[in-house]
C-alpha cells in the first residue's frame, strides 16, 4: 500500500511540475500586419490578380501553429454583377494550384532562424462578367471588403480568427490602369 502512495506523489509532482514549465513558457500570440499595399500580379483582357502581403508574427513564448487560411471578398452579385471576385491564401514561397493551404508553424518570439514571422498573401482575382472587358467592368467598380480568415493553434485549443481589409475601387483602377466613370 504504502508504494501505491509513494507512485501517487511522485505522478503528482511530474503533473505539478510539467504544468510549471509549461506556463513559464507561455502560450502562442499571432498578430497580424496588414498595413502593405496592394500589387498587380497579372492582367489579361479579362482579368486582373491583386495580391496583398500579410505579414504574421508570434509574439507568444510557444510556437504557432496556422492550419489553414482563406481570403475572402466580399462582392456578391447584389451589389456588383459585372465582376466575379475570387480569393485565395498563397504563403510565400509555396505557391500551389489547387488553392489548398498547408499546415506551416510560426516559432516563438526571437527565433534564432527567424522563424518566428510568416509571410501570406491575398490573392484576389477579378474577372468581368456579362460579356464586358475587364475594363468596362472596373471603370464601374466598387469597394470589396475582404475577410481574411485563418485556423491557429498552439498551446491554446485550435480557433478561427479574422481580420477585415478594404480592397478600393480607386485602388483598383489604379493598379489597372482604368479610369473610374463618375455615376
Avoid at 511530474?14 to 497580424?32: D, F, P, Q, T, W
Avoid at 491554446?156 to 477585415?164: E, G, N, Q, S
Amino acid at each position: 500500500m504504502e508504494i501505491i502512495f509513494w507512485i501517487l506523489v511522485v505522478c503528482l509532482a511530474v503533473y505539478v511540475l510539467g504544468r510549471l514549465v509549461l506556463a513559464s513558457l507561455g502560450k502562442e500570440n499571432v498578430v497580424v500586419k496588414t498595413d502593405a499595399p496592394f500589387v498587380k500580379e497579372q492582367m489579361d483582357e479579362q482579368s486582373i490578380v491583386l495580391s496583398k502581403e500579410l505579414t504574421f508574427l508570434n509574439e507568444g513564448g510557444s510556437c504557432a501553429t496556422i492550419m489553414d487560411a482563406i481570403a475572402r471578398p466580399q462582392l456578391p452579385y447584389e451589389q456588383y454583377d459585372a465582376i466575379e471576385a475570387r480569393g485565395k491564401a498563397e504563403r510565400e514561397g509555396a505557391p500551389r494550384e489547387d488553392d489548398y493551404f498547408e499546415a506551416v508553424l510560426i516559432q516563438k518570439k526571437g527565433d534564432k532562424n527567424g522563424e518566428d514571422k510568416l509571410h501570406i498573401f491575398a490573392k484576389i482575382r477579378l474577372t468581368a462578367r456579362k460579356g464586358l472587358s475587364l475594363t468596362e467592368a472596373l471603370s464601374h467598380m466598387v469597394d470589396v471588403p475582404i475577410d481574411f480568415i485563418w485556423m491557429e493553434t498552439g498551446r491554446t485549443p485550435w480557433h478561427y480568427t479574422k481580420v477585415r481589409f478594404t480592397l478600393t475601387a480607386e485602388e483598383i483602377a489604379q493598379l489597372a490602369g482604368v479610369t473610374l466613370a463618375k455615376d
